[in-house]
């Protein structure tokens, strides 16, 4: 079993729709949880990250951690196309050391104007 | 603020050739280093990583090397490029604090297509 799983889509939606991307894991010791941003041919840009369970809200961006369900999502309000990009998740534990980040593959959004 | 910087953007090599790619930081010190190779639908795949100068971590065998010559420098090196190298290679760095999240910042990337 993969640690991190991320469906990797295409996931299109229409401008102004909410978006909700989703990762699960396995390892029940990750305690920091990030999402970033890549366009295409470009670095992935971190968008924001959580620390334990709860939710993180940064402007149209919601994040939510569910240790729990072992389960994070991706909010995104308001949808635009500028939106489009593969967004990929990543986690990692308190201490876990300078190798620790734990990536899924992306998801590949695509918001239609 | 942070900025890291890699070059060349985009880089075409025959196969057998040797390869370079360097990675800089500014406007931090003593960063966690690390390149990442990301191919179609696999992913980012980690293959190296420094804490300290000279102080390489490898974590895929291949016939890729890094080295840390400066605190802020990471460079990517092959001696004889495969076909298998290909891809978008990615650096990051991230403060290196002990208990956080350790989050990793990334580099505009070096599209290699080797043929």
């Known amino acids: 079993q993969k640690e991190v799983e991320q469906d990797p889509g295409p996931l299109s939606v229409p401008e102004g729709a909410i978006v909700s991307l989703n990762c699960t894991y396995s390892n029940s010791a990750f305690q920091y949880f990030m999402w970033y941003r890549q366009y295409s041919r470009k670095g992935p840009e971190l968008l924001m990250y959580?620390?334990?369970?709860g939710n993180k809200e940064d402007g149209r961006f919601t994040a939510q951690v569910d240790k729990s369900s072992k389960y994070i999502s991706l909010f995104i309000r308001d949808s635009q196309p500028s939106d489009s990009a593969t967004y990929l998740c990543?986690?990692?534990?308190?201490?876990?050391?300078?190798?620790?980040?734990?990536f899924g593959k992306g998801t590949h959004l695509i918001i239609q104007p | 603020s942070q900025t890291i910087h890699q070059w060349p953007a985009t880089l075409v090599q025959p196969v057998g050739s040797p390869l370079s790619l360097e990675c800089t930081v500014e406007?931090?010190?003593?960063?966690?280093l690390y390149w990442y190779r990301q191919a179609a639908g696999r992913g980012l795949q980690l293959l190296f990583y420094?804490?300290?100068?000279?102080?390489i971590s490898s974590e895929v065998p291949q016939n890729l090397s890094a080295s840390r010559p400066q605190d802020r420098q990471f460079i990517l090196s092959s001696k004889k490029l495969l076909l298998s190298d290909s891809g978008f290679y990615l650096c990051?760095?991230?403060?290196?604090?002990?208990?956080?999240?350790?989050?990793?910042?990334f580099g505009p990337g070096t599209r290699l297509t080797v043929l």
């Open positions: 959580t620390y334990s369970s």
């Open positions: 420094s804490v300290g100068i000279g102080q």
């Open positions: 990543a986690m990692t534990y308190s201490g876990g050391g300078a190798d620790g980040l734990t």
């Open positions: 990051a760095w991230s403060d290196g604090l002990a208990g956080g999240p350790n989050e990793q910042f």
């Open positions: 406007g931090t010190s003593n960063p966690n």
